[in-house]
């Protein structure tokens, strides 16, 4: 992809030497596990991981001057635009979410974090954290490289924040305490596939931008990596089996297919998960 090269000025870069809160045992295998998946919407989890000292790196705000900082900032002004315009036509505002770099470990309004759990959104800073060794994971441990392939995780997140401004993820955790794990699940999976949705709408959208142009093969790289993470394929490779039950992103089948939706069609009205009857 020729990516977008203008900065959001919305980044907060935490990066440098990795600090403590190292995770083990049986909790980490799992948080490594979820986060893997793309990080979902964390709060309430990241607080109980048993971290040490996350540390007191120095908070750079700005853009960032290094070339993977460039990339990401330029990714996440990109989704600022698109969304910007989605909002704009449903006759609200957009918020702008920030974005956290880290190195190792952070602390967010959803508690302390390692970066054993992947990328992920906090509702209660409305901020993206990642850790961009994740891209490392990515492209060798399931074979999904590529610049745009990078960029889809984000879209993803920014996704979550989208469902936050619109009031969907408080509806989530509303009904959290009122579902049976399995039902809760289920919704999870559809919350999940519609930020899938979104980062496909943004790619859709994205393409009209000036300076953002997407070349052959970028969308097969973000096909590749929502097929490598889907629930059926992780639960299998760590665990030897599938257990449906216990899905919380979706099948690889289904992430393929909703972000696929988001890509072709770029209309948001048809991003309902919530009321598919393909779910």
């Not at 990066?15 to 049986?26: A, C, F, H, L, Y």
């Not at 390692?114 to 209660?124: D, E, K, N, W």
């Not at 496909?200 to 931008?209: E, I, M, R, V």
């Not at 299998?236 to 449906?244: L, N």
Request: charged residues 20%.
């Amino acid at each position: 992809m020729q990516w977008f090269g203008k900065g959001s000025g919305n980044i907060e870069d935490g990066r440098g030497k990795p600090s403590g809160g190292v995770i083990g045992g049986g909790i980490g295998i799992l948080v490594v596990i979820v986060g893997l998946f793309f990080g979902q919407d964390l709060t309430g989890l990241v607080s109980q991981l048993p971290l040490g000292d996350v540390g007191q790196t120095e908070i750079k705000k700005g853009d960032p001057t290094d070339k993977e900082g460039k990339f990401v900032n330029g990714v996440l002004e990109s989704t600022n635009l698109v969304w910007e315009q989605q909002f704009a036509e449903m006759g609200k505002t957009y918020e702008k979410p920030i974005m956290r770099l880290f190195t190792n470990s952070v602390s967010s309004a959803c508690g302390n974090a390692s970066a054993a759990v992947g990328p992920f959104y906090c509702p209660g800073d409305h901020k993206v954290y990642i850790d961009l060794s994740f891209y490392q994971d990515l492209q060798n441990r399931f074979g999904a490289a590529g610049d745009f392939a990078q960029a889809y995780v984000i879209a993803h997140e920014v996704g979550h924040h989208v469902q936050n401004l619109l009031g969907i993820s408080e509806k989530m955790q509303r009904m959290r305490a009122q579902l049976s794990e399995k039902e809760y699940n289920r919704l999870s999976v559809k919350l999940e596939l519609q930020a899938d949705f979104f980062a496909g709408l943004w790619a859709n959208h994205a393409q009209n931008l000036k300076d953002f142009r997407l070349e052959e093969g970028d969308i097969d790289e973000a096909l590749t990596a929502a097929n490598a993470i889907g629930d059926d394929k992780l639960q299998k490779q760590a665990q030897g089996e599938v257990v449906p039950d216990a899905f919380t992103h979706g099948t690889s089948a289904q992430r393929v297919f909703w972000f696929k939706k988001g890509f072709e069609t770029g209309d948001i009205k048809q991003g309902d998960t919530f009321n598919s009857s393909q779910l």
